[in-house]
């Protein structure tokens, strides 16, 4: 071989010396592709000594699947054609860490034509590789969470729809929406918000198979792309598993927080055609699983785009109604059957719309609290209520007190206390007249922020009342951590009475346990006497419903109440009087 260097008579290196000391990694191998000569780089990039690699197989330091590809497809193309450019292979150095490298080969053939020796350069491209998967996974990835961003999540979504098309399978898109990142985020800071996003999203991904997607779609949105399934109950189970992992408990910042979320589920080909439709109609069925109270998962059905539509109207109209006075409160009364007198009232609120009517709080308050409408509403209630309890008591019904219900938002509000302070003050109602009632519900998903806030309103004699008691899922032994003066069982139970005798059990239990627990107890919703017996045969005395009075508003109750004469007895239950014990 004519060596172009050594023959150059100025230059002070031959060729043999520029092979080896240039630093480019460069190898010769012979006719089997044995290692002739290696540069001095090769070596120090490979970690090798040359006597350890003179004479070995080139492929000995490829990796398995390079090794592979050179024997089956590239050695023998570069052997017929004594030249290559740019074949990418992957090395492994003396130490097991693996180079990606592009090699160039040209080759010196024998008289006959074939191969006998050939000289490569190589070009380690493993940082460059390393950049562009980087950049790839950044175009595609989410950089907090490492999840598939929305635009992988949309090509994946699209390859799953044609792939179902060919195999006849289903695919279920699944929308999470964390119920309280926001307080997190809010409360604890933005290095909390992420942790916990990072620890949704590895709970998540715990929870699928290595087929399915999890994607974070922004903010506190994931959404999960469940491949061709064929059972109908496989979403349902992952929502629920789904649901386990997430309320298990998370430390942030020292503080034992239990997480919840509402997914909306929709399923193709049933729920949409396409990804457009079957992402917007699962963020549907996730609203309407946030309505249902959260921690819970809905399927999609149609009527919920119909709902999406009204709730838009709706938003609009609340925030007009609200300046025109359109709302205005119902007062139920609450009694105490030993002595048939009544003890306070709880305040309803009502909208009547002058075109569609009255439209009931099931409808607007969900609205109202998605759409933070809940705050000014809430205030206004508030306020209304005490000054119309202050207005009774002026009247000479002095022990009576008002039961207000908040919704969970209005409480993790920073400044709810302060607010609920100032109505006080300013409409001079005794705080212990004042009763708040909440849910199981609320205060299960938010248990710390729950316990700061109920002793900061029980420190100012504000009574605490759990309503609805029985829909959730917590336990009453649970809920005595709180500072609750009483238990409203839910109205759904004591509907079941005197026919079902399950929901009578539960009634039961629930007295005795609150009995034991020395926690007070008001039953909802009595609409019957055999409910009336029943509830006084276990020592419940404080009822509220329909056999008494329906809500009303606060003339017809002032009228209600002069009927029953002074001291708050009330004529209209004299026939129950007879019922006493004392
Ligand atoms: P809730 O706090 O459990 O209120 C009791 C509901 O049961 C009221 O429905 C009441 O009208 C109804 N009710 C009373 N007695 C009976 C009875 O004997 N039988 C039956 N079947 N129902 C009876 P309403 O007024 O439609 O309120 C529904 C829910 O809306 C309330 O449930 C409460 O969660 C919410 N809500 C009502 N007013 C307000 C409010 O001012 N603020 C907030 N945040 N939520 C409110
Ligand atoms: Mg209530
Ligand atoms: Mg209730």
């Not at 179902?164 to 309280?180: I, P, Q, T, W, Y």
């Not at 109207?313 to 007062?331: D, P, T, W």
Request: aromatic share 8%.
């Amino acid at each position: 071989m004519q060596d172009p260097v050594s023959s150059r008579s100025d230059s002070p290196l031959n060729y043999q010396e520029l092979y080896l000391r240039t630093p480019v990694m460069m190898h010769s191998i012979d006719s089997s592709g044995r290692l002739v000569t290696v540069s001095d780089f090769w070596l120090e990039v490979l970690g090798y000594h040359r006597e350890e690699v003179i004479g070995r197989l080139l492929i000995d330091f490829f990796t398995e699947s390079s090794r592979i590809f050179a024997k089956e497809i590239a050695l023998p193309r570069f052997f017929r054609l004594g030249k290559v450019k740019e074949v990418p292979y992957q090395m492994v150095k003396k130490n097991g860490e693996v180079l990606d490298v592009l090699v160039s080969a040209s080759s010196e053939c024998s008289a006959d034509g074939a191969v006998c020796y050939s000289m490569a350069g190589i070009v380690d491209v493993t940082q460059r590789k390393k950049a562009e998967e980087e950049a790839q996974r950044l175009a595609h990835f989410d950089s907090l969470t490492g999840q598939p961003n929305r635009y992988l999540l949309m090509d994946r979504l699209e390859h799953a729809l044609a792939q179902a098309d060919r195999e006849g399978h289903k695919v279920g898109v699944m929308f999470v929406d964390l119920d309280r990142f926001k307080w997190v985020n809010d409360t604890l800071g933005h290095a909390a918000g992420d942790t916990l996003l990072k620890m949704v999203a590895a709970r998540l991904q715990g929870c699928v198979r290595k087929a399915d997607t999890v994607a974070r779609f922004g903010g506190d949105e994931f959404v999960v792309l469940l491949y061709g399934f064929d059972d109908e109950d496989e979403p349902s189970s992952f929502a629920r598993r789904f649901l386990d992992a997430l309320n298990e408990p998370i430390i942030l910042q020292g503080i034992e927080l239990s997480n919840s979320a509402s997914i909306g589920i929709a399923l193709y080909p049933l729920d949409g055609r396409d990804a457009g439709s079957l992402l917007s109609n699962a963020d549907a069925a996730m609203y309407r699983a946030k309505e249902l109270g959260r921690n819970t998962y809905k399927f999609f059905s149609p009527w919920m785009n119909a709902r999406v539509t009204e709730k838009l109207g709706m938003e609009n109209r609340l925030r007009n109604a609200l300046k025109a006075g359109e709302l205005f409160l119902e007062y139920q009364p609450q009694l105490d059957l030993r002595n048939c007198r009544v003890t306070g009232f709880e305040a309803l609120v009502r909208w009547r719309d002058p075109q569609e009517g009255l439209i009931p709080p099931a409808r607007f308050i969900p609205i109202a609290e998605e759409t933070g409408l809940i705050y000014p509403l809430g205030e206004w209630i508030l306020r209304s209520a005490c000054e119309q309890a202050r207005a009774w008591q002026r009247s000479g019904y002095q022990s009576v007190r008002i039961a207000v219900n908040v919704s969970p938002k209005q409480l993790q509000r920073y400044d709810f206390i302060e607010m609920v302070e100032t109505i006080l003050a300013e409409t001079g109602l005794p705080a212990d007249c004042l009763e708040i009632e909440m849910t199981e519900s609320m205060i299960m998903a938010n248990i710390q922020e729950a316990i700061t806030t109920l002793t900061d309103l029980k420190v100012r004699h504000i009574h605490l009342a759990i309503d609805d008691f029985g829909t959730g899922h917590s336990s009453l032994v649970y809920l005595k951590h709180f500072p609750f003066d009483r238990v409203k069982i839910a109205k759904e139970f004591i509907r079941a009475i005197p026919d079902d005798a399950d929901d009578m059990a539960i009634v039961h239990a629930i007295l005795v346990m609150a009995n034991i627990l020395k926690l007070d107890v008001i039953a909802e919703g009595v609409e019957k006497r055999s409910q009336l017996d029943f509830l006084r045969g276990r020592h419940c005395n404080d009822m509220q419903g329909f056999y008494f009075s329906p809500p009303m508003s606060a003339g017809e109750m002032t009228g209600f109440l002069r009927q029953g004469g002074s001291g708050n007895r009330i004529c209209p239950y004299n026939s129950l009087l007879p019922l006493a014990v004392h």
